[in-house]
């Protein structure tokens, strides 16, 4: 194993699993929902979907990779309080939040939500071989399928009540634009259904799969700058001229990791050259120091906080550029940003990433949290996995 590698690995095991296991089980069940910016526990916080999914994702992900170092137990415990508080008894697919008890606090479907507890699921089956996994994540396919695909225009809306019915606020959060149609969501529905694909390879999963894939092709790539668009109407008219350096950065190796698993030669081609120009379009976010900005807005503003998460994307998507479109600097400048995350992200003293650094002065944000609704061990456990794999299949 490389020296890269290795520095990767001391990371994920060392500091941000520790983490969750040390700071964030919940006695009473599951994990906790929250510790905020300064470290500080709340434990009656409300727990949401997305953080127990990517937990669940991480700890499932970690034991396929390192067996036997007692992960699986905190993979089981994620998927035990997704079954037992989560997933909705009565109408199907996932609650967005519980309280700190369990009980359904916010019962709106979030089809992001869902998708994420696809992506938890399905890898919980791929690392344990648990079949009631794979159930579960195969109902949750056939919900997004049932109640979110427009089979006229293409593609999925955003959200519904709990029982399916129309919803008039759709945003996942109040920094979203109330579009019926948006590129995360559907960025993570592929992500969910490339992982369910390749333990569960059904003619309608694969044909889901890579309709949604065309549809990143086709249409949320801008064929002009190679960025995504954002927010969309019913029609797929963009409602945006934003720039999401990470999303594009994430997009440019999720895209490339869901050709492989479709395993289709000439779709495989088409979207190794569109990620490749999506990877270089993305890096425009990238300064000197390796770090990535967070946003372009498209009044010409510079949101260039450095998040955790996009330096996270930024280092994988470097990683893909050099494995498989042939850029021979780009993996020194993975291993450029990962040094700058380690300096100004990791927080070596009380474990897990911080939030971000402020653009401004350069401040460590203690506004948001270290752990919470948004703030899981998903993208930064995953870079250092994701990397760890493909620099090892190159060896």
Known sequence: MSAFADRLLSNLTENILP?????????????????????????????GAIL?????????????????????????????????????????????????????????????????????LSEHYRATGDTKSLEMATKLFHDI????????????????????????????????????????THLHILEAYTSLLRVWRDPGLLQATTALLEIFLDIIQDART????????????????????????EASWLL???????????????????????????????????????????DGRLDDDRHWWVQAEDVIGLVYLWRFHGHKDALQKAEQSWSYIDSEIVDHEEGEWYWSRRGSDGSIDRDDDKAGFWKCPYHNGRMCMEVISRLNDDQ
């Open 19 to 47: 983490y969750w296991m040390d700071k964030m089980t919940d006695p009473k069940g599951g994990f906790y929902g929250r510790r905020d910016g300064h470290d500080r526990l709340h434990p009656d916080a409300p727990k």
């Open 226 to 249: 190679g960025h995504m668009g954002l927010f969309f109407d019913a029609d797929w008219r963009r409602m945006d001229r934003n720039v999401s350096y990470g999303h594009d950065i």
């Open 256 to 298: 490339l990791e869901c050709a492989e698993v479709i395993d289709e030669p000439a779709l495989y081609e088409r979207t190794l050259q569109a990620t490749e120009r999506m990877a270089v379009a993305a890096l425009e976010g990238r300064r000197d120091d390796g770090s990535m900005v967070y946003e372009l807005h498209g």
């Open 52 to 120: 127990n999914a990517r937990i669940l994702w991480t700890f499932s992900s970690a034991e396929r990779m390192l067996p036997g170092q007692g992960y699986a137990e905190y993979a089981l415990r994620a998927r035990d309080y997704i079954a037992d508080h989560f997933i909705d008894p009565k109408y199907g697919g996932v609650f967005w939040s519980v309280d700190a008890d369990g009980k359904p606090l916010d019962t709106k479907k979030q089809y992001y939500a869902i998708a994420f507890t696809i992506y938890g």
């Open 145 to 184: 399928e049932r109640h979110s695909r427009d089979n006229d225009k293409g593609g999925y809306f955003e959200a519904s009540t709990r029982d399916w019915k129309e919803i008039s606020d759709m945003r996942l959060s109040d920094k979203d634009d109330n579009a019926c149609k948006t590129m995360n």
